[in-house]
């Protein structure tokens, strides 16, 4: 019975209802190559986004709108214009950039403390594993500060997408909860 | 349903606007919906742009909104609606500032979106990129310009020409782009659809954006222009387009007005383009010609045989069936006929065909044209053709003949006879506004002041005139010409009826004008009858119903009675009924607006009336006609003056397109009437500086005049006052330094002739502190020991220059600065700046009565045209040129300059008059002046040049 109704609302989903995911983080962390790693499954050359990059696409029968938003100082005022309507945040942290790991923790605490985000849960990826010297997942979340985060769903992953590891993992993950939260 | 949903949202034919704050509400929500319908979205949009594209703004946040929902459309694929998405971003981008969020997603189309969208992507590039962001455009830009598809290539060019302002390094790297640009034809993508036959290949288009972009990235760069004009027009079929090639004359018309010796070598070219297959290119060759040899010193570089055929283009145009060239043509015709309407006689009987033309504006060009090239056999026919003709037009085009009629009279007096007719018969015949005819008005009144022999003619039309007249306004001018010219007639007591005539049948207004008219009656000289007569009138009129009427009266009676005395007072009454000074009305002003807003002792001493300049009648003339002819100067020179590429592509409400307007205008110089004010100002100044009150009062002051470069560090103008023993020169200095301040700033002036100087250094007023960018006023006074003193002096700035300490803008207290010296222009005084200009009706009479007379020989070997020397002439002479002889015809080597001015030290006449002949070996003049006074005359005779 309740499967039957999970999947006819799966089915409504599928055709009407888009989810919003938003790809935050600092600049230079991996967003934009995240986004179209997860669209074309390539890896593909980027520069610094300035504004955004938008793509629509299907993850296991879900139309996901995703919106990869610039993470230089100057875009980040902007985030928070695109926060409606947000069913997830992908938060995405250079594991590598150690010196900068308090400011993505700052950023990371005062997005989420958004009215508008309230509902929306979150994925960490601690990207740039395939580089010497990255923080393991454990030790970046311990400097996010992220056991401090109450009612909210979040996981973080080990991720490399340059590799493409740890990518569908995480959004696996993220899917499971948004279907559970949602319903 | 489709189809039904769509009207209603369309609301077709409907002309208000949409709700403002609805539109703005419906797009927040559908942009914002989940997902988006792209019709719907696009429908919005156009609504959206109409509203603003109607010049409705909404405040920032709420443009700021609007922007952020837009750029979620982004998310769509649909074409079409990115289109619009484009065009709404592109409005938004002078309302919001963050703009600059759409930049990846613009960018991202431009590399893989589809053809439709990729121009209007590129197109928006301009308005979101700043200096820091425009060159991660680059890449793309570049191989945009150089793509195939003519729109991409376009708009990326026209993306190119908005960012030079903006980032100017990295715009230049596309010169070479660019310029294969200009010679690649490029065609539409071969469409296999049923219309491709009825669309051409190619607009070519893009070859005038290449060259537009071409030539904003060399313009500073004579060399590479020149090549790029040759490498165009000897190829003579590379430029397909029209605009392009409008767009080449366009160039070298800057060329040459850059480097005028450059003339000559485009000749050739010119010929050519004379005779081009567009009608656009032909208009556009003779307006950069006849704009090019209306100035007197380019002239003679053009060859007559290039005129000659200029004209003939011109005159082959003003039959061809497009409404637009015609009127083109016509309109560099009428250019030419302000100065040498003798050049285009020979087109007058297309012109008088033109009469006819439906096209209203045409019409009236070509008899405003008409009537300049008009001579004196064929003026009387042109007015009665004109007559015919003014009657069934609208006002504004009466107004423009009636100017055009007016400067007639001005140029040819010995005319007056038709003009007056056929003034008065539009004035008293014609339907038409206030507007209309108060210049009708206007145009009489000037015959009246510059003809004198018309004066009886006129006002008895006059007369007839304001019997029935419906315009207050008009009523009251004319009664008031009445009053001043009227007394002087050989009949005063013709008008004295018609004037009381007034006061009996109109309203009160008009009555009080008319007592004020009836009394200047009262002083004719020599005719009691009258006078009594007057007396009695004015005395039934001061039973009149009205207050100001029956004030006026009485005063007026009191007065007259006042001037049959023989005592001071009758002086002060003649002057008051009949004033023959004029107030300096900016001064007036001035002085008045300072009184009141100085409020100081609140109005417990009256305004000092004796402070103001007053003229008298005949300076007053003299000024009004300097304007007058000053005016016709304008209007001449106005052509060359246009922007020389005009480079408003296709987006003209584009904010930064306004930048650029902005960077390429230079501000026009001052106009007359600020002149004057700026005048009146150093005058009033230099009175309020106590050392020079002891001097007496001010004589006469000179125009400013500049003494160094506009671009030097310290600018430096001049003004020459004359005081009745005193000479003050006044140096108006700026300090252009940003970074410097300038201690004690004196100018030394050193005769060039030392031994013999007639003045006397008596003191300096020096500056004690001049502040970066700031003006300030040196003066250094002469003493004078004859009336009329002529020298030159030499000019050094010295100072002592201290830096200026960023932080507070003030000097650093321990740094003594350095002196230092700065050599500014000589500065002379000569006959002229004792010379005012005055006017008189007939010239060749005043001329034989002066008694003294002088005549000099000077004989110029420099190579330069008559006009330059008449216009030397006129200023070194301070003089007013009459009879309109300070323009010299360009084809003539002889012109006689008539000259008339007189002392500012103690009103003596002086008249001049110039003969001038221009030979292979320059330029002779004789000069003969005749004056009241010998030395004046001599001086004057003697210092012309």
């Given at each position: 019975?309740?499967?039957?109704?999970?999947?006819?609302?799966?089915?409504?989903?599928?055709?009407?209802?888009?989810?919003?995911?938003?790809?935050?983080?600092?600049?230079?962390?991996?967003?934009?190559?995240?986004?179209?790693?997860?669209?074309?499954?390539?890896?593909?050359?980027?520069?610094?986004?300035?504004?955004?990059?938008?793509?629509?696409?299907?993850?296991?029968?879900?139309?996901?709108?995703?919106?990869?938003?610039?993470?230089?100082?100057?875009?980040?005022?902007?985030?928070?214009?695109?926060?409606?309507?947000?069913?997830?945040?992908?938060?995405?942290?250079?594991?590598?950039?150690?010196?900068?790991?308090?400011?993505?923790?700052?950023?990371?605490?005062?997005?989420?403390?958004?009215?508008?985000?309230?509902?929306?849960?979150?994925?960490?990826?601690?990207?740039?594993?395939?580089?010497?010297?990255?923080?393991?997942?454990?030790?970046?979340?311990?400097?996010?500060?992220?056991?401090?985060?109450?009612?909210?769903?979040?996981?973080?992953?080990?991720?490399?997408?340059?590799?493409?590891?740890?990518?569908?993992?995480?959004?696996?993950?993220?899917?499971?909860?948004?279907?559970?939260?949602?319903? | 349903?489709?189809?039904?949903?769509?009207?209603?949202?369309?609301?077709?034919?409907?002309?208000?606007?949409?709700?403002?704050?609805?539109?703005?509400?419906?797009?927040?929500?559908?942009?914002?919906?989940?997902?988006?319908?792209?019709?719907?979205?696009?429908?919005?949009?156009?609504?959206?742009?109409?509203?603003?594209?109607?010049?409705?703004?909404?405040?920032?946040?709420?443009?700021?909104?609007?922007?952020?929902?837009?750029?979620?459309?982004?998310?769509?694929?649909?074409?079409?609606?990115?289109?619009?998405?484009?065009?709404?971003?592109?409005?938004?981008?002078?309302?919001?500032?963050?703009?600059?969020?759409?930049?990846?997603?613009?960018?991202?189309?431009?590399?893989?979106?589809?053809?439709?969208?990729?121009?209007?992507?590129?197109?928006?590039?301009?308005?979101?990129?700043?200096?820091?962001?425009?060159?991660?455009?680059?890449?793309?830009?570049?191989?945009?310009?150089?793509?195939?598809?003519?729109?991409?290539?376009?708009?990326?060019?026209?993306?190119?020409?908005?960012?030079?302002?903006?980032?100017?390094?990295?715009?230049?790297?596309?010169?070479?782009?660019?310029?294969?640009?200009?010679?690649?034809?490029?065609?539409?993508?071969?469409?296999?659809?049923?219309?491709?036959?009825?669309?051409?290949?190619?607009?070519?288009?893009?070859?005038?954006?290449?060259?537009?972009?071409?030539?904003?990235?060399?313009?500073?760069?004579?060399?590479?222009?020149?090549?790029?004009?040759?490498?165009?027009?000897?190829?003579?079929?590379?430029?397909?387009?029209?605009?392009?090639?409008?767009?080449?004359?366009?160039?070298?018309?800057?060329?040459?007005?850059?480097?005028?010796?450059?003339?000559?070598?485009?000749?050739?070219?010119?010929?050519?383009?004379?005779?081009?297959?567009?009608?656009?290119?032909?208009?556009?060759?003779?307006?950069?010609?006849?704009?090019?040899?209306?100035?007197?010193?380019?002239?003679?570089?053009?060859?007559?045989?290039?005129?000659?055929?200029?004209?003939?283009?011109?005159?082959?145009?003003?039959?061809?069936?497009?409404?637009?060239?015609?009127?083109?043509?016509?309109?560099?015709?009428?250019?030419?006929?302000?100065?040498?309407?003798?050049?285009?006689?020979?087109?007058?009987?297309?012109?008088?065909?033109?009469?006819?033309?439906?096209?209203?504006?045409?019409?009236?060009?070509?008899?405003?044209?008409?009537?300049?090239?008009?001579?004196?056999?064929?003026?009387?026919?042109?007015?009665?053709?004109?007559?015919?003709?003014?009657?069934?037009?609208?006002?504004?085009?009466?107004?423009?003949?009636?100017?055009?009629?007016?400067?007639?009279?001005?140029?040819?007096?010995?005319?007056?006879?038709?003009?007056?007719?056929?003034?008065?018969?539009?004035?008293?015949?014609?339907?038409?506004?206030?507007?209309?005819?108060?210049?009708?008005?206007?145009?009489?009144?000037?015959?009246v002041?510059?003809?004198?022999?018309?004066k009886e003619?006129v006002l008895e039309n006059l007369c007839?005139?304001i019997?029935?007249?419906?315009?207050?306004?008009?009523?009251?001018?004319v009664l008031h010409l009445l009053g001043k010219e009227g007394p002087f007639t050989s009949k005063p007591s013709l008008y004295v009826r018609h004037i009381y005539?007034r006061?009996?049948?109109?309203?009160?207004?008009?009555?009080?004008a008319a007592?004020v008219a009836l009394s200047k009656f009262a002083l004719t000289k020599?005719d009691?009858?009258l006078?009594?007569?007057i007396?009695?009138?004015?005395?039934?009129?001061?039973?009149?119903?009205?207050?100001?009427?029956?004030?006026?009266?009485?005063?007026?009676?009191?007065?007259?009675?006042?001037?049959?005395?023989?005592?001071?007072?009758?002086?002060?009454?003649?002057?008051?009924l009949q004033?023959?000074?004029?107030?300096?009305?900016?001064?007036?002003?001035?002085?008045?607006?300072?009184?009141?807003?100085?409020?100081?002792?609140?109005?417990?001493?009256?305004?000092?009336?004796?402070?103001?300049?007053?003229?008298?009648?005949?300076?007053?003339?003299?000024?009004?006609?300097?304007?007058?002819?000053?005016?016709?100067?304008?209007?001449?020179?106005?052509?060359?003056?246009?922007?020389?590429?005009?480079?408003?592509?296709?987006?003209?409400?584009?904010?930064?397109?306004?930048?650029?307007?902005?960077?390429?205008?230079?501000?026009?110089?001052?106009?007359?009437?600020?002149?004057?004010?700026?005048?009146?100002?150093?005058?009033?100044?230099?009175?309020?500086?106590?050392?020079?009150?002891?001097?007496?009062?001010?004589?006469?002051?000179?125009?400013?005049?500049?003494?160094?470069?506009?671009?030097?560090?310290?600018?430096?103008?001049?003004?020459?006052?004359?005081?009745?023993?005193?000479?003050?020169?006044?140096?108006?200095?700026?300090?252009?330094?940003?970074?410097?301040?300038?201690?004690?700033?004196?100018?030394?002036?050193?005769?060039?002739?030392?031994?013999?100087?007639?003045?006397?250094?008596?003191?300096?007023?020096?500056?004690?502190?001049?502040?970066?960018?700031?003006?300030?006023?040196?003066?250094?006074?002469?003493?004078?020991?004859?009336?009329?003193?002529?020298?030159?002096?030499?000019?050094?700035?010295?100072?002592?220059?201290?830096?200026?300490?960023?932080?507070?803008?003030?000097?650093?207290?321990?740094?003594?600065?350095?002196?230092?010296?700065?050599?500014?222009?000589?500065?002379?005084?000569?006959?002229?700046?004792?010379?005012?200009?005055?006017?008189?009706?007939?010239?060749?009479?005043?001329?034989?009565?002066?008694?003294?007379?002088?005549?000099?020989?000077?004989?110029?070997?420099?190579?330069?045209?008559?006009?330059?020397?008449?216009?030397?002439?006129?200023?070194?002479?301070?003089?007013?040129?009459?009879?309109?002889?300070?323009?010299?015809?360009?084809?003539?080597?002889?012109?006689?300059?008539?000259?008339?001015?007189?002392?500012?030290?103690?009103?003596?006449?002086?008249?001049?008059?110039?003969?001038?002949?221009?030979?292979?070996?320059?330029?002779?003049?004789?000069?003969?002046?005749?004056?009241?006074?010998?030395?004046?005359?001599?001086?004057?005779?003697?210092?012309?040049?």
């Amino acid at each position: 019975m309740g499967n039957y109704f999970s999947s006819m609302f799966d089915r409504l989903w599928g055709t009407n209802k888009e989810l919003r995911i938003l790809i935050l983080g600092l600049d230079g962390a991996g967003k934009t190559t995240i986004l179209y790693r997860l669209q074309i499954g390539e890896v593909v050359t980027t520069k610094p986004t300035i504004g955004f990059n938008v793509e629509t696409l299907s993850y296991k029968n879900l139309k996901l709108n995703v919106w990869d938003l610039g993470g230089q100082t100057s875009i980040r005022p902007y985030w928070r214009c695109y926060y409606a309507d947000t069913a997830a945040v992908i938060f995405v942290v250079d594991s590598t950039d150690k010196d900068r790991m308090a400011t993505a923790a700052k950023e990371l605490h005062m997005m989420l403390q958004e009215e508008e985000l309230q509902d929306s849960a979150l994925l960490v990826f601690a990207n740039k594993q395939d580089q010497p010297g990255a923080l393991s997942a454990s030790e970046v979340s311990k400097q996010l500060n992220l056991v401090e985060l109450k009612d909210r769903s979040w996981s973080i992953v080990a991720s490399s997408a340059i590799k493409g590891e740890g990518i569908s993992e995480g959004l696996d993950w993220l899917i499971d909860v948004i279907k559970e939260e949602q319903l | 349903m489709s189809a039904q949903t769509y009207k209603k949202f369309e609301n077709a034919g409907s002309t208000d606007l949409p709700d403002k704050m609805t539109i703005y509400q419906d797009c927040m929500n559908k942009f914002n919906e989940s997902p988006i319908s792209p019709k719907r979205c696009r429908i919005l949009i156009s609504r959206l742009l109409r509203l603003l594209l109607n010049g409705e703004t909404f405040p920032e946040t709420e443009a700021t909104a609007l922007f952020f929902s837009i750029s979620k459309l982004f998310q769509h694929p649909n074409d079409s609606l990115r289109q619009m998405v484009y065009l709404a971003i592109k409005e938004l981008s002078g309302m919001s500032e963050d703009v600059l969020m759409a930049t990846s997603s613009i960018m991202k189309d431009i590399q893989n979106g589809s053809d439709l969208v990729k121009p209007n992507a590129i197109r928006s590039l301009a308005y979101v990129l700043d200096e820091s962001t425009a060159f991660s455009a680059e890449r793309l830009l570049k191989s945009a310009v150089v793509s195939k598809q003519p729109s991409v290539s376009s708009a990326a060019l026209i993306t190119s020409l908005n960012l030079l302002p903006i980032s100017e390094t990295t715009i230049k790297r596309f010169a070479n782009e660019a310029q294969e640009a200009i010679g690649d034809l490029k065609q539409f993508p071969h469409s296999s659809g049923a219309n491709s036959e009825y669309y051409p290949n190619s607009t070519f288009t893009t070859q005038y954006h290449a060259l537009g972009l071409v030539y904003q990235l060399k313009k500073n760069d004579k060399m590479a222009l020149l090549k790029l004009v040759k490498q165009l027009s000897d190829n003579g079929n590379l430029l397909k387009n029209q605009m392009a090639k409008v767009q080449l004359v366009k160039l070298v018309n800057d060329l040459v007005n850059r480097d005028n010796q450059l003339f000559p070598q485009f000749q050739p070219i010119l010929f050519n383009w004379l005779s081009n297959k567009f009608e656009s290119v032909q208009i556009e060759t003779a307006k950069l010609i006849t704009s090019f040899a209306s100035s007197h010193k380019n002239a003679r570089l053009v060859s007559p045989d290039l005129f000659a055929s200029t004209i003939s283009t011109l005159q082959g145009l003003l039959t061809v069936p497009r409404v637009t060239s015609r009127f083109a043509a016509l309109r560099i015709l009428n250019k030419i006929s302000m100065t040498s309407p003798e050049k285009i006689v020979i087109c007058n009987p297309e012109l008088e065909s033109l009469i006819n033309d439906s096209n209203r504006n045409i019409s009236t060009y070509a008899i405003t044209t008409l009537l300049k090239t008009g001579t004196a056999k064929n003026i009387s026919s042109l007015i009665s053709t004109i007559t015919k003709f003014i009657h069934d037009v609208s006002d504004d085009f009466k107004i423009i003949i009636v100017d055009a009629v007016r400067t007639l009279s001005l140029n040819f007096p010995q005319e007056w006879k038709s003009i007056v007719k056929f003034l008065i018969d539009v004035l008293k015949n014609s339907e038409g506004g206030l507007t209309f005819k108060n210049s009708i008005i206007e145009a009489i009144f000037d015959i009246v002041s510059f003809v004198p022999q018309s004066k009886e003619v006129v006002l008895e039309n006059l007369c007839d005139f304001i019997e029935d007249c419906e315009y207050n306004e008009i009523l009251v001018r004319v009664l008031h010409l009445l009053g001043k010219e009227g007394p002087f007639t050989s009949k005063p007591s013709l008008y004295v009826r018609h004037i009381y005539n007034r006061v009996v049948l109109e309203n009160s207004i008009i009555r009080s004008a008319a007592v004020v008219a009836l009394s200047k009656f009262a002083l004719t000289k020599n005719d009691s009858t009258l006078k009594s007569s007057i007396i009695s009138l004015l005395k039934r009129i001061s039973n009149d119903q009205d207050d100001e009427v029956r004030d006026r009266a009485t005063i007026a009676l009191k007065l007259i009675d006042f001037t049959s005395a023989d005592d001071e007072n009758s002086l002060i009454a003649h002057d008051l009924l009949q004033s023959k000074k004029f107030y300096d009305l900016p001064s007036l002003e001035n002085k008045l607006s300072a009184y009141l807003s100085s409020n100081t002792d609140s109005f417990s001493t009256p305004f000092d009336s004796a402070s103001v300049r007053k003229f008298t009648e005949d300076e007053v003339k003299a000024m009004d006609l300097k304007r007058k002819q000053e005016q016709v100067f304008n209007n001449t020179s106005e052509g060359s003056r246009e922007t020389p590429i005009d480079m408003s592509l296709e987006s003209t409400t584009s904010i930064k397109e306004q930048r650029l307007d902005t960077e390429t205008y230079h501000g026009a110089s001052l106009d007359q009437h600020q002149e004057e004010l700026v005048a009146t100002k150093y005058a009033d100044e230099l009175m309020n500086v106590e050392e020079f009150k002891d001097f007496g009062s001010l004589i006469n002051s000179s125009k400013i005049i500049s003494l160094t470069e506009q671009e030097a560090e310290f600018v430096v103008s001049g003004v020459k006052h004359i005081f009745k023993k005193h000479v003050v020169f006044q140096f108006n200095i700026k300090n252009t330094l940003t970074d410097v301040a300038l201690d004690n700033v004196a100018v030394v002036c050193t005769s060039e002739d030392a031994e013999s100087s007639k003045l006397n250094e008596t003191f300096t007023l020096p500056i004690d502190r001049l502040m970066p960018s700031i003006e300030l006023q040196c003066y250094v006074a002469f003493e004078k020991d004859s009336d009329v003193v002529m020298e030159g002096f030499l000019n050094n700035l010295v100072f002592t220059t201290r830096e200026l300490n960023p932080d507070t803008q003030e000097p650093y207290e321990d740094d003594e600065g350095f002196q230092d010296e700065y050599e500014i222009d000589p500065i002379y005084l000569n006959a002229g700046d004792y010379i005012e200009s005055s006017f008189i009706g007939d010239f060749e009479s005043a001329f034989d009565e002066l008694p003294n007379e002088e005549i000099a020989v000077y004989n110029i070997q420099e190579d330069i045209s008559l006009q330059e020397v008449i216009d030397k002439l006129v200023v070194n002479t301070s003089c007013l040129p009459l009879s309109n002889t300070q323009f010299a015809p360009n084809d003539s080597n002889s012109h006689t300059l008539k000259l008339f001015g007189k002392s500012a030290l103690n009103g003596m006449k002086v008249a001049l008059l110039i003969k001038m002949i221009k030979s292979s070996k320059g330029i002779v003049i004789k000069a003969q002046g005749r004056a009241e006074d010998e030395e004046l005359c001599s001086d004057l005779v003697n210092g012309l040049m």
